[in-house]
């Protein structure tokens, strides 16, 4: 699951659920003691990044994110509702692969590496622009890391939950975990990434929307309002 497109989604069926800041929501944190000691002694070696943070995300934070969203759900077919749950021990596993990827790879954001590919500029252009470009977030980060690095650890603590409750496989707990998880996904994406999208672009989105609907009853060709791209 792609959180940006999840929440639009929701946020334009209109559950009003962007209506307030989304708040970055740390979850309790289930890190075993021993990884302290760990993150307290040096490197091992230097770390160096490939892929620019857009990619990063692309290509591997949002891939394994989906082996958790996607791990508990339901599902309409012709025989009726099916829930979606893990059962079997390799079912588990790839919610432990997820949240395992996720835990440590939320750590690679704090490596420092572009935030797009070169020449991507994000949609940032124009005075409707909802999107940061990359040197516009690279300020922002560098003016306050410690906002950035908040971000990554409420990614980490939630990953750290998902581990946990796929030890424990608890099914009902799994379902708070992928709110979490959409949570600190979408709150780091509004702060950094699209800021642009505030209380001012939904309302706009939903006068838009209004009038579509209003056109429509009245069976007058409408202009299809804007549908966010991601
Ligand atoms: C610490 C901040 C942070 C967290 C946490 C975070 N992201 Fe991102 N993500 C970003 C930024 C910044 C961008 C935009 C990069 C750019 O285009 O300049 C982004 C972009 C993306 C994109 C767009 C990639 C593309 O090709 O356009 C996806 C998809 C995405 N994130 C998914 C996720 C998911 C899923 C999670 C949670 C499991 C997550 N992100 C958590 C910072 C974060």
Redesign the pocket.
Known sequence: ????RTVRVLAIAGLGLLSGAAACSPAKSTAPAAQTTAAQAPLWGDLKPVV????L??YM??PV?DNVFNAVGTTVTRQGTIDIQPKTEDDWDKVRTGAVS?AEG?YL?KIRRP??PPG?E?DSAGPDAV??S?AQ?TAKVERDPVE?NA??E??RNVALEALDVAKRKDVAELWDVGEN?DK??E???RS??YPGEGAEFYRKLQRRLDEFHDQASKGGAAAKPGTPK?
């Open positions: 699951m792609d959180c940006p620019s943070v857009k990619e995300m692309k934070i949002d994110a996720l939320a954001l935030f797009t991507d994000n999107e940061l990359p977030i950035w971000r990554i409420a990614l998880l600190a996904c709150a780091c994406h950094y990434w991601r």
